[in-house]
């Protein structure tokens, strides 16, 4: 399984039980997709992606899942993600994505605790902390106060951190344990820095790797979904439940009214209203 973080537009999901829904009572859906007409009455909020992983392409399967997405994307440094970036994207604009400073640290982490390197330690891990710091000060702020704090307090630490980065890759062997830290931090630096432009988009991506540690525990269950499309469906339930956690919608709540909606004939042209973080228990 693959598992993202969307901060905003994404609905494939609930269009698919809404597609599915039609088929079933001998209904066509639209001619144009509920996804079209969003991609014009943009709504925000934070959905996760769960996809099932193509074993013959697994690469591929995350751009396959999200092509039809835009926004800010928070991972990790997997590769399969690359392509959604690329300016020659088809079906869509490009994503922005936003890299997780906290797989930085790991990185760096691993170098210390094997060898003992001063230079991560001083150089670049104390550095990461001060970030951390600084982020904790701000956690719970809105984004408009959190963007103001990190371009005037964490923007010129993370200069100074990208300076640093540049010296010490000079000095040390490229193909050293370090060395080749210090490359996959370089790799990501352009992600690294999303969360100075942009208040809503985290310093990193562990919020979204607790959401989703059920679903990585329990990933055996999934060997039994009986079928390709068992996977999919599981995936899709999968990503419901934990937007709605990450939106503080209780999840039984949320599923309960969305599939009656749906069961009772809810439009595909209305999709909005049945979207996490436009649920509403009192309705």
Not at 237 to 250: D, F, M, R
Request: proline share 5%; charged share 25%.
């Amino acid at each position: 399984m693959a598992h993202t973080e969307w901060n905003f537009r994404e609905r494939r999901a609930i269009e698919d039980m809404l597609n599915a829904n039609a088929r079933d009572q001998g209904r066509s859906g639209d001619r144009e997709t509920s996804l079209d007409r969003l991609s014009r009455e943009p709504a925000e909020g934070r959905l996760v992606c769960s996809s099932p992983t193509n074993p013959a392409a697994p690469a591929r399967t995350p751009s396959r899942s999200c092509r039809a997405s835009t926004g800010t994307l928070q991972l990790d440094g997997y590769s399969g993600y690359d392509r959604l970036t690329r300016p020659s994207l088809k079906g869509g604009a490009p994503i922005t994505v936003g890299h997780c400073w906290a797989h930085a640290r790991r990185k760096l982490k691993e170098v210390f605790d094997r060898d003992g390197s001063e230079l991560a330690a001083e150089g670049l891990l104390r550095r990461i902390a001060e970030l951390y710091r600084i982020e904790v000060e701000i956690r719970g702020m809105d984004p408009g106060q959190r963007l103001s704090a990190r371009q005037t307090r964490t923007a010129p630490l993370v200069a100074a951190f990208g300076d640093r980065l540049q010296a010490q890759r000079l000095r040390v062997a490229a193909k050293s344990r370090l060395g080749e830290k210090l490359a996959y931090i370089h790799r990501q630096w352009a992600g690294l820095q999303t969360f100075l432009t942009d208040g809503r988009v985290e310093i990193g991506s562990n919020a979204v790797e607790n959401l989703i540690r059920p679903i990585a525990l329990t990933r055996k269950n999934a060997l039994f979904a009986g079928h390709d499309e068992g996977g999919r469906t599981w995936a899709r339930i999968a990503s419901l439940i934990a937007s709605a956690k990450i939106n503080g919608v209780e999840a039984f709540a949320y599923l309960k009214a969305t599939l009656e909606a749906i069961a009772a004939g809810h439009p595909a042209s209305k999709i909005d209203d049945l979207l996490p973080w436009n649920f509403n228990p009192s309705t």
